[in-house]
């Protein structure tokens, strides 16, 4: 496969020391309904962001300001879930650093949409709204991560 050599260069940067550590991918059907269940959710905030972003046109097509605050969230929320989406691949493909780097977003990008959200003016109702669903969906996420068969999939390396 061709694009393998240029998806490992692309491990290297995103996994930084760890990006050569490999795990046996399990065929623990515990573990396949994670991944699987981590699929649907993240493809839902991929729809709750496109969705928002169609909101976003259709009320700009009508005269709407809709603001430049939301058009940047817009287009976060859809680069965070295609970086998830990568995460998620290759943590199927036994990449550890790849598995580590969605458990530390899951984590860390519901804080950051929620503490957003309670910021008084910053967006309008419903993309305050679209930030605690998206927010939730990532809680989703993280909960099947940090699960023992989740984590016991994906050892640790030893130094």
């Known amino acids: 496969m061709q694009l393998e050599p240029a998806l490992r260069r692309l491990d290297r940067i995103a996994g930084g020391r760890q990006a050569d550590h490999r795990v046996a991918v399990s065929d623990d059907p515990k573990v396949r309904r994670a991944f699987t269940a981590i699929t649907v959710l993240l493809g839902a905030g ?29 287009l976060v929320v859809l680069a965070i879930t295609t970086t998830l989406f990568y995460f998620l691949w290759r943590a199927r493909a036994g990449w550890y650093w790849a598995f580590r780097r969605l458990q530390l977003f899951s984590r860390i990008f519901p804080v950051v949409a929620l503490v957003l959200a309670a910021i008084p003016g910053l967006y309008p109702f419903w993309v305050v709204t679209e930030q605690i669903l998206f927010a939730l969906l990532l809680i989703g996420v993280s909960d099947y991560l940090q699960s023992d068969t989740m984590r016991a999939a994906f050892p640790k390396p030893r130094r």
Request: with cysteine.
């Open 46 to 74: 991929f729809v709750l962001g496109l969705a928002t972003v169609v909101v976003a046109l259709v009320m700009t097509s009508r005269g709407d300001d809709v603001g430049f605050s939301v058009w940047m969230r817009c």
